[in-house]
Every structure is written in structure tokens, then in C-alpha cells.
């Protein structure tokens, strides 16, 4: 069965600061690995990762792949209270033509 | 342009009721798909459908059926709602072919069954 964990479960920071979130997974027939950010409703795309050591980036979002150990992280650098979110990583496995998602991390920026 | 769209937002159901949920997309994707979310269980996959006229189980298919009878339509029908289906669903699409993995959600339906 394919599993995908996500930790932390949940985290506060304050404004400014630097977070790390990690996803790792267990899957047969791997394809790919996105995340995907949550707020009020639907899970908005943020990044696609499909080869490991390549660091993808978006402002103050990055994060990287590998496919070796089995994991992702996603950094958000200066964080803003924008950033308060549920954070998804779900890996995509080419077999069923399905996304597998993790339970998500709960990001609370507070000022 | 409205992406992916879905009816009701909210619905209250007695047990042994039944209702659709509709899903339409604008995008012409090819591939659309239907998860529940639970706290704590993340999104989980009910049904999906490559193409029009097909569908596939998911993770979580039981109680529920689905119908792809046009492109830019995916409804989930639940013929006698139980309280154990109380949850947010969302609808998704992708393009299919070579991107098919980044999906597109929708605001989601809010259901609580009584």
C-alpha cells in the first residue's frame, strides 16, 4: 500500500522566521512528488519535483527531492501570516494514474 | 474562465437520503477525480475517471458511485448516506497525458449526514 507521511503535524512560528517541512514516502512505481498549499478551501498547486538534487523555487518557497532516501522538504524562508496554511505533499504514482497525499502539516504564522 | 466548479457548497442529509454532487470543468481535462477529507486522513481518493465514459475506484469507493457521461462533467452520487460520510469533498482535474500529475481542485462541498 502507498503511504505518504508528513511531519510536522502541526507548528507555530512567528513572522520572519524560516520553516522546513518534510514529506516522506513509500510507494511502488514513483513518478513524481507535488506539494500542494491549503487554505479556506481547495488545495492550490505550489511545485512538481520529478528529479532528485533539483531545487525548485517560488519567492520564498523552495524545495527539493530525493529520491534515494525517499523524501521532500519544503522551506519557506521569512514567513508571513499569509503563509498560514495547511501544507500537502502527495506523490504520484504512474500505476493507477492517482495522487497518494499525506495527512498535511498545520502552519500557524503569528506575529 | 472558472476552472473547476462544484454544487451544493453545503448539504445536511438525513441517514438513508441520497444525493449528487456535481462536478464541471472548463479546462477540457481529460482526467477528473473525487476525494473526501477527514481530519486527520487527509485527502483521500473515492473515485477517478481517465476519460469520458470511464471511471475507477479510488482508495475509499464504498457507498459511492460516479458517472462520467461528458467531458466536463464528474457527479458522485450517494444512494443512502450514512453518518460515517460526513465530510468535505473535493473535485479535481488534469490535464492527462504527460501532465497529468498537477490537478486542479475545486472549492469543495461541505456534507453532514444526520
Known amino acids: 500500500e502507498d503511504k505518504v507521511v508528513q511531519s510536522p503535524l502541526s507548528l507555530v512560528v512567528h513572522e520572519g522566521d524560516t520553516v522546513t517541512l518534510n514529506c516522506s514516502y513509500e510507494?511502488?512505481?514513483?513518478?513524481?512528488l507535488l506539494w500542494y498549499k491549503q487554505e479556506k478551501k481547495a488545495p492550490t498547486f505550489l511545485f512538481m519535483l520529478t528529479s532528485s538534487g533539483i531545487e525548485k523555487k517560488s519567492g520564498r518557497l523552495s524545495s527539493i527531492l530525493d529520491k534515494k532516501e525517499l523524501f521532500s522538504i519544503l522551506n519557506i524562508t521569512a514567513t508571513q501570516t499569509g503563509d498560514s496554511a495547511i501544507y500537502l505533499c502527495a506523490v504520484y504514482t504512474g500505476t493507477a494514474s492517482k495522487l497518494t497525499f499525506g495527512t498535511g502539516t498545520r502552519l500557524q504564522v503569528t506575529l | 474562465n472558472a476552472g473547476v466548479t462544484q454544487t451544493p457548497k453545503f448539504r445536511v442529509l438525513k441517514t438513508g437520503q441520497s444525493m449528487t454532487l456535481l462536478c464541471a470543468q472548463d479546462?477540457?481535462?481529460?482526467?477528473m477525480y473525487w476525494y473526501r477529507q477527514d481530519p486527520g486522513m487527509g485527502l483521500r481518493l473515492i473515485h477517478y475517471?481517465?476519460?469520458?465514459?470511464?471511471?475507477a475506484k479510488g482508495e475509499v469507493p464504498d457507498g459511492y458511485n460516479v458517472s462520467r457521461l461528458k467531458k466536463q462533467n464528474f457527479l458522485l452520487g450517494l444512494e443512502s448516506a450514512a453518518p460515517s460520510q460526513t465530510s468535505v469533498y473535493f473535485c479535481?482535474?488534469?490535464?492527462?497525458?504527460?501532465?497529468?500529475?498537477?490537478?486542479?481542485f475545486g472549492p469543495g462541498t461541505r456534507l453532514l449526514v444526520l
Open positions: 510507494v511502488t512505481n514513483f513518478r513524481s
Open positions: 479535481a482535474s488534469s490535464p492527462g497525458g504527460a501532465a497529468q500529475e498537477t490537478q486542479y
Open positions: 475517471s481517465v476519460g469520458e465514459g470511464t471511471t
Open positions: 479546462m477540457n481535462h481529460e482526467y
